[in-house]
């Protein structure tokens, strides 16, 4: 388990899987070949061999008013995934998270920055057969926008699986707010606007005492793309959006002293921006 510090805000990391290789699927052009020649991933965000190395996590930030849980991971029991390995997980994530100071009944707040299969997973857990909120007192804030869109999927069955057991059933129980891609979730929390990988995607800002911190969500998924902004995942929704959206976060932040957290991040997860020749790396 991980914890950072943001002025009076603890961000607390609870793994779900963690594994190097088998990253192909999610960044085409991080050969093995090309990786192995960035020494600066060696050996937290990649292998000797140039394997990645990437986790699946929810991000739990506490702040003096709210306990919000940011992205849900894969979730157990859960079937029709398109990655075979992803299907029926039996995970310990909740006993992970009440060891951790966290039981599922003292979250207040549930943050999808998108919408995607490895963010709203334990959304909802099985119950003698249904689909039940896992976080029955919380609010789950979800883009307006990304919502709509996974909605009115129709043709996409892995997407149309995802939706029907990890998003309507928390809809159906009237605990979902639609938000703005800008929402102030609390005076240290907001969202912000990170597009390209899904429509509506959105990373979490944290402020508190003059620190910051930044949870990217997907618009990044392993640190290799500080260096090479230009590749892009193979779900991304508007891949020159997406890179875009790099780019700009990260001249942004480069050299400044904003904490961020990488979403899919291998430990140590968070790091802090800094210019690299042409490109960028992350310092930790
Ligand atoms: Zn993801």
């Known amino acids: 388990m991980a914890t950072w510090r943001i002025g009076e805000v603890s961000i607390t990391r609870i793994i779900e899987l963690e594994f190097t290789g088998g ?8 050969t093995y070949d090309a990786c192995r020649e960035i020494r600066w991933l060696q050996p937290h965000f990649a292998d000797e061999n140039g394997k990645l190395r990437m986790s699946v996590q929810a991000l739990v930030v506490e702040t003096p008013s709210r306990r919000i849980v940011v992205d849900t991971c894969i979730g157990n029991d859960k079937e029709g995934r398109g990655v075979p390995r992803w299907n029926n997980l039996q995970g310990p994530f909740l006993s992970d998270l009440e060891a951790a100071g966290y039981p599922r009944d003292s979250i207040d707040t549930v943050l999808c920055t998108h919408l995607h299969v490895d963010h709203v997973g334990w959304n909802t857990m099985r119950v003698d057969g249904r689909w039940v909120p896992t976080f029955p007192k919380a609010r789950y804030l979800m883009g307006r926008v990304e919502f709509e869109h996974w909605r009115d999927q129709r043709h996409d069955e892995g997407h149309r699986a995802v939706f029907a057991d990890s998003v309507a059933p928390v809809f159906e129980a009237g605990l979902v707010d639609l938000v703005e891609t800008d929402h102030r979730v609390s005076d240290e929390v907001s969202l ?20 910051e911190a930044l949870i990217t969500g997907d618009f990044i998924h392993h640190p290799v793309q500080l260096t090479h902004p230009e590749w892009c995942s193979a779900a991304d929704y508007d891949k020159a959006e997406g890179e875009r959206t790099r780019r700009d976060v990260f001249a942004r932040l480069a050299g400044t002293p904003t904490l961020v957290i990488g979403t899919h991040f291998a430990m140590p997860t968070a790091g802090k921006i800094v210019r690299d020749g042409e490109a960028y790396r992350l310092a930790v």
């Open 23 to 30: 990253t192909r699927f999610i960044l085409p052009d991080a």
């Open 192 to 211: 912000t606007p990170t597009l390209g990988h899904t429509p509506g995607h959105v990373s979490v800002k944290i402020t508190s005492r003059g620190e």
